[in-house]
């Protein structure tokens, strides 16, 4: 019922900011609760961020509270993750995805999202 689709990861250094995309086809995409998770090699796959259907609540993981931004445009079924003053501990592959739980409480846990993108490389050098 929902592609999604990762852009906008590369290389940058240690201090710049970045922009992610994900890209959502289907015509649902306004049912699902949207989150982004990371996966650094040789870890587990770790919430980032997530927001509600309407775009009206936000839930952030300690790690990058207050450098990163979790956004959606559901009239373009888009969602965003903007990352600011980048860490190289923020390497890792991003994976949009999307749930249908209406708990945010939930949203932490990756086992809730139901539709997953591909993931898109992002490098931070120090």
């Known amino acids: 019922q929902v592609q999604l689709v990762e852009s906008g990861g590369g290389l940058v250094q240690a201090g710049d900011s970045l922009r992610l995309s994900c890209a959502a086809s289907?015509?649902?995409?306004?049912?699902?609760?949207m989150g982004w998770f990371r996966q650094a090699p040789g870890k587990e796959r770790e919430f980032v961020d997530a927001?509600?259907?309407?775009?009206?609540?936000?839930v952030y993981a300690d790690s990058v509270k207050g450098r990163f931004t979790i956004s959606r445009d559901n009239a373009k079924n888009m969602v965003y993750l903007q990352m600011n003053s980048l860490k190289p501990e923020d390497t890792a592959v991003y994976y949009c995805?999307?749930?249908?739980?209406?708990?945010?409480?939930?949203?932490?846990?990756?086992?809730?999202?139901?539709?997953w993108g591909q993931g898109t490389q992002v490098t931070v050098s120090s």
């Open positions: 927001i509600s259907r309407s775009g009206g609540y936000t």
């Open positions: 289907g015509s649902t995409f306004s049912s699902y609760a």
């Open positions: 995805a999307a749930t249908s739980m209406w708990d945010n409480h939930r949203w932490i846990t990756k086992s809730v999202y139901d539709y």
